[in-house]
């Protein structure tokens, strides 16, 4: 499946899961699609979209999507080669751990209301993938 049908069925809802490595696929999507300055609104609205028919649209976190955006941003840019979301998984393998998050931010952060609600920068170290 192209990154444009993953792309279409994913905001179709015909998507039945989403794996970590489905989210980085998405992103890097949407990035390619549009560009970063459309890409967080498109993957805002798609995540919670998602997360509300599936009945839980408490798991939309908004930090913890932009902050993975940027993750992803930021490899794509030190790993210009690598086209697509498998591709950039394989070039940058700490995108393709879900933890990799938590090197920049800490649980009270995450866990937090405020960080589901809105953007919180890290609190442990700027968002790069150069920290592994």
Known sequence: MTDEE?????ERGEIESFRH??????????LDACGRAEALPRLEAGL?????????????????????LELVADAR??????IGGDAL???????AEPQFIRRFYSEAVLASAAARRDWIGPDLRPLSTTVY
Do not use: S
């Open 77 to 82: 840019a030190r790993h210009a080669g690598a």
């Open 89 to 95: 998984l394989a070039a940058c393998p700490p995108l």
């Open 48 to 68: 919670l979209a998602f997360a509300t028919r599936k009945g839980v649209p408490e798991k939309f976190h908004r930090t913890l999507t932009r902050a993975w």
């Open 21 to 30: 490595a489905d989210h980085v696929r998405l992103a890097c999507a949407y």
């Open 6 to 10: 993953f792309v279409a069925r994913f």
